[in-house]
């Protein structure tokens, strides 16, 4: 589907003095949707949005023959099912009722705008205080006059909560569903005046429909929220929820007649009227795929919707990196240079984010004196078309809270995840999915090396090793038993006397750009063959065992059912899964695909080059499979192009050589 046409094309509405008038449509000619469109439908978003109230978040719309759901004027589908029934199933109400209970679980409504924030604690912090909440609307917002209300419809709602309930706690809040900093129809003034309190902030639809008990509204979606957790609602307007017996209605509309409980609204609205899309692919989904991608995006945007400060990042590295860390109407503050955190910057924000192995002198101990969460970010392990070295941006990180995954010498997230973790049948069976999609795309971190795999020198079984760069922070921190690439060739040889040695060279070492380097005569004495420039996949594909000290070529060699052999620790090792040293703080056997589960789909953050939303595992091997050129895109930075000429001179010299 072509998400462009999905903009918002509002019919023309009433004003709010004069009532409805004559019904517009949106036409709509080559939306994929469960049956034939026709160019009389009328069409509008649906009931979730990605974040804010733009058109372009749209995760759903509605496609309506007769009209469109919250026209009061004239019948819908949508009414029309409602009223004469026959779509009813107990498969589909099962459907409706856990949908709901996914739905609260997940905090998700028709806007999940990041900023949104719970209701304030009840007066005086007494929990036992009732309390009442009126549901304010923008001015403008054309459900309030195609509900058959006006702008008069607002303060006579607020009159009736003050006489229905004199002695409850009173609060005016923004509908939920509006665009933030919207206005409404009762100000400070007005609200103070019927002895009510307006809540400023953006709040969001569940904490109304939880924290309240009774909740008032014209024609606001967050009055249907509410009847779907139980709480009396009571309309000033007639949207589509109303009129079906299970809220109390000042207005009356005589074609609704029959009595609907909540979830039948739901499983009608949600479930038989409304369309949804991958907002990935633009194709067609279930409700409960497009609720799982919401579920995953809004979380995500959750966590950066905080003041966050991000100090250690390379200068090519600041532009970019922000698509992990920001959400809508949040970025973070990436400071340049590599003095220290003050006190000043720390009292601004609510987290610290540093990469891992640029750490400012001191950044843990001010945080901690501070109180300030400190979160070190690193690569994923489905990173880019390209090295990091070359300066080609990544599309997975990890942000870990206790330590790194590559740092042996203290507990990582991902090692308290997988030593303390549990793994449902349906994790497992999803991470079972992804290895076996990773393998079939034959995607790596990086998925370089272009050269032909070379012939074997000779038959007998085949072990791959694999060189790294010898500073890397996963060598110095993961309990390396071997110094250096040399010693890790002449020991895979002294260990496998008669097979076949292949040395694959790190592909930064090989580009000139890191250190690394084994001399000729090394090679010549303990390497039968030297995988230049060969892919890492197609290097394990041949092997039948690999030695590595930490490198990931040994995750990669685990998922395709190869034997591994580490000299160091690194985060995939003592688990009972490869033949290393061993851990004492690795007391657990895992399953390849409990290690899957933990080290691709939970601890990573995966961000879709294409559409820059925050995805799932599965995306990105999708668009790694497809060479998607956002992947393989450089970081256009003086030290890009330096990186670059340098790479070059140094393959020249070692032709000749």
């Keep these: ?49 990605l974040g804010d109230a733009r058109p372009e978040r749209a995760l759903s719309y509605i496609i309506d023959g007769l009209g469109i759901h919250y026209d009061a004027t004239a019948p819908s589908e949508l009414e029309v099912m409602l009223e004469e029934g026959g779509w009813e199933s107990d498969e589909l109400f099962a459907r409706a009722r856990a949908g709901i ?63 229905d309930a004199p002695e409850a706690e009173r609060l005016v809040v923004m ?69 079906w017996g299970f809220t109390d209605d000042r207005l009356h509309l005589p074609r609704r007649t029959r009595r609907r409980e909540p979830a ?18 633009g194709a067609p989904a279930r409700f409960e795929d ?127 995840l997988l030593e303390t973790g549990s793994f449902s049948a349906d994790l497992l069976a999803r991470a079972a999915a992804l290895r076996e999609a990773v393998i079939a795309a034959r995607v790596s971190k990086y998925n370089v090396g272009s050269a032909a795999m070379p012939p074997m020198p000779r038959p007998g079984p085949v072990v791959l090793v694999a060189g790294q760069v010898e500073n890397d922070a996963s060598i110095r921190l993961g309990a390396a038993t071997v110094s250096g690439n040399a010693a890790l060739l002449r020991l895979a040889r002294e260990r496998n006397p008669g097979a076949v040695i292949a040395f694959k060279p790190h592909p930064d070492v090989e580009a000139g750009l890191r250190p690394g380097w084994v001399p000729p005569d090394v090679l010549a004495t303990h390497a039968d063959v030297v995988l230049r420039d060969v892919s890492a996949i197609d290097a394990i594909e041949a092997a039948d065992r690999v030695e590595v000290v930490t490198s990931l070529i040994g995750f990669e060699a685990l998922l395709r059912g190869k034997a591994v052999t580490t000299h160091g620790v690194p985060f995939y090792a003592g688990w009972g899964l490869t033949d290393d040293p061993g851990c004492l703080r690795r007391t657990r056997r895992l ?45 256009l930075t003086p030290e890009a192009l330096l990186k670059q000429v340098w790479s070059a001179v140094w393959r020249h010299l070692l032709r000749r050589g």
């Design 591 to 635: 399953s390849l695909d409990e290690l899957v589960a933990g080290a691709l789909i939970l601890y990573p953050r995966y961000v879709d080059p294409r559409t820059g939303l925050p995805c799932p595992p599965e995306v990105l091997v999708q668009r790694l499979a497809e060479g998607d050129p956002e992947l393989a895109r450089r970081a």
């Design 1 to 49: 589907m072509d998400r462009g046409k999905l903009k918002r094309l509002w019919p023309r509405m009433p004003s709010e003095s004069e009532g409805p008038g004559p019904r517009r449509s949106r036409r709509l000619g080559s939306e994929p949707t469960s049956r034939r469109v026709r160019l009389s439908d009328r069409w509008d978003e649906g009931f979730l949005r």
């Design 101 to 163: 209970a996914r739905l609260r679980e997940g905090r998700l409504s028709l806007d999940n705008d990041p900023r949104r924030r719970d209701l304030p604690a009840r007066a005086h912090g007494n929990a036992a205080t009732r309390r009442v909440v009126i549901v304010d609307q923008a001015v403008g917002d054309p459900t309030v006059g195609f509900g058959l209300a006006g702008a008069s419809a607002f303060g006579a709602m607020l009159a009736a909560a003050a006489a």
């Design 290 to 416: 497009a609720v799982a991608i919401l579920d995953l995006v809004a979380a995500r945007w959750r966590e950066n919707a905080v003041p966050t400060l991000c100090v250690g990042f390379s200068a090519w590295k600041r532009d970019w990196i922000s698509r992990t860390l920001s959400a809508p109407g949040s970025r973070p503050v990436v400071r340049r240079g590599d003095a220290p955190v003050t006190a000043g910057e720390l009292a601004a924000v609510r987290r610290v984010v540093t990469w891992a192995s640029r750490m400012p002198a001191g950044t843990e101990a001010a945080c901690r004196e501070a109180g300030v969460p400190l979160l070190r970010m690193e690569d994923g392990f489905l990173r880019s078309i390209g090295l990091g070295v070359a300066l080609r941006p990544g599309a997975s990180h990890v942000l870990d809270a206790a330590g790194v995954y590559y740092d042996a010498t203290r507990e990582s997230d991902l090692e308290h």
């Design 264 to 281: 039948e609204v739901f499983a009608a609205a949600y479930l038989v009227c409304s369309r949804y899309f991958d907002p990935y692919t």
């Design 175 to 243: 509908d939920p569903a509006a665009k933030v900093g919207r206005r409404g129809h009762i100000d400070a003034a007005a609200a103070e005046a019927a002895g009510a309190r307006l809540v400023v902030d953006p709040v969001t639809a569940w904490s109304v429909a939880e924290d309240s008990d009774r909740v008032y509204v014209v024609s606001a979606h967050a009055g249907f929220e509410a009847a779907l957790a139980g709480t009396p609602v009571t309309c000033f307007g007639l949207p589509f929820y109303a009129g």
